[in-house]
């Protein structure tokens, strides 16, 4: 008996550790930006710094100072947002972006779709105003497993791809172009 009230407090003690939520908004000790932020964002994605004006939030990650994930804003306030929110809340209450939010222009054409997994940036594409494919960031291939880098195909107008990888190197964060999809 004392074996299973020991094992089912240590269990509780584990899950209770690995729960736990990662410090987010934190500085260095030279005062950069370091580690995981909240991002809020207006309804057509773009950011904004007073959170009252706020529709989502999402997260980035910043590496001394520099943001990891600079992605701009989900849709010209012009065009039509759609999502498949993975139940939100509604209501005046601020959302974490989770799931598909896609952009169509006034001629019904997808032209922006950002992707996200609990807040994280999982795929962002955009197209060219003919529909056709323009530029992938996928932000769960990295390159040799380097933590936030990911892969970039890159289109041209005929539908030719050009893989590159982007990531913070010697160069600082650039893309680094590959002879083959990662």
């Not at 306030?77 to 959302?95: E, F, H, V, Y």
Request: aromatic content about 18%; some cysteine; proline content about 1%.
């Amino acid at each position: 008996m004392k074996l299973i009230v020991l094992m089912t407090f240590v269990f509780g003690l584990v899950n209770l550790a690995c729960g736990q939520d990662e410090k987010i908004n934190q500085y260095d000790a030279k005062g950069k930006k370091t580690g995981r932020w909240k991002v809020f964002v207006d309804a057509e994605g773009d950011e904004v710094k007073d959170s009252t004006k706020a529709s989502y939030y999402r997260f980035t990650y910043y590496d001394n100072g520099q943001n990891c994930y600079p992605m701009g804003g989900w849709c010209d306030d012009k065009w039509k947002l759609t999502s498949t929110d993975k139940g939100n809340a509604q209501g005046g209450k601020i959302i974490l972006a989770d799931g598909e939010y896609t952009c169509t222009d006034n001629k019904n054409v997808v032209r922006f779709i950002n992707v996200f997994d609990k807040g994280e940036y999982v795929m962002y594409k955009e197209y060219y105003a003919n529909g056709k494919i323009k530029q992938v960031y996928d932000y769960l291939k990295m390159y040799k497993g380097e933590k936030h880098s990911y892969a970039v195909t890159m289109y041209d107008k005929k539908g030719s791809p050009q893989y590159y990888y982007m990531r913070n190197g010697n160069k600082g964060w650039a893309f680094y172009w590959i002879d083959q999809h990662l």
